[in-house]
């Protein structure tokens, strides 16, 4: 398979990015899903500990209960691919504490799901950030061991029709800045 062309800069993706519910059936390469793994992978991490495990499901049987995990979501069971981010605490504990395992752990693998999904809006595909859902049923789905904690569900694909991007109200700078010199 050829190389696939980025066709935005990351500062477009970020622009365009939008969360994506509707996908069509078409796969997603192999070596687009590698990259955009390897994006999530540059993330940073407290320490560089990268605390963090991503799982690519597309198992019809375990994207259903990975979608009836997060309270009947059907774009999770629709995607073509479904990448369930995890985060180790043990990890980031060992080098940081208490800390570690209960606030950077988070804050690493949130940052990994970010890159992630704007590595994807940059190759033309379509993904959302969930969130909500039941970790004890998505770590039975998946089989963990207690040692990890699913903290994102990001379900990817084409998007099954290219929409107008809605309004999106943001808060002004004004409101949300601090400048202190």
């Known amino acids: 398979m050829g190389v696939t062309v980025l066709t935005k ?5 970020i622009e365009e990015r939008r969360s994506v519910r509707e996908f069509k059936p078409d796969p997603i390469p192999d070596s ?9 992978l540059k993330a940073p991490s407290a320490g560089n500990v ?3 495990q991503f799982w690519v499901v597309s198992r019809p049987s375990l994207k259903s209960a990975l979608a009836e995990a997060a309270f009947g979501q059907e ?6 691919v479904v ?5 180790e605490p043990s990890r980031s504990a060992a080098r940081f504490g208490y800390r570690g395992s209960k606030l950077y752990c988070i804050q690493d693998t949130a940052a990994a799901v970010q890159n992630m999904m704007l590595a994807a809006t940059a190759y ?3 993904s959302c950030w969930v969130g909500a859902f039941d970790e004890k049923m998505v770590s039975k789905a998946l089989g963990l061991s207690e040692r990890f904690r699913p903290m994102a569900l990001v379900p990817m694909g084409y998007p099954a029709e290219v929409s107008q991007r809605r309004p999106r109200s ?3 700078l004004a409101e949300t800045v601090v400048t202190v010199e």
Do not use: D, H, K, T
């Open 9 to 13: 800069n990351v500062i477009e993706a």
């Open 32 to 40: 687009i899903i590698a990259r955009i793994l390897e994006c999530g």
């Open 50 to 52: 990268q605390p963090w």
């Open 75 to 80: 774009s999770v069971e629709q995607a073509p």
């Open 83 to 87: 990448i369930v981010v995890l985060a």
């Open 124 to 126: 033309g595909i379509g």
């Open 170 to 172: 943001l808060r002004p």
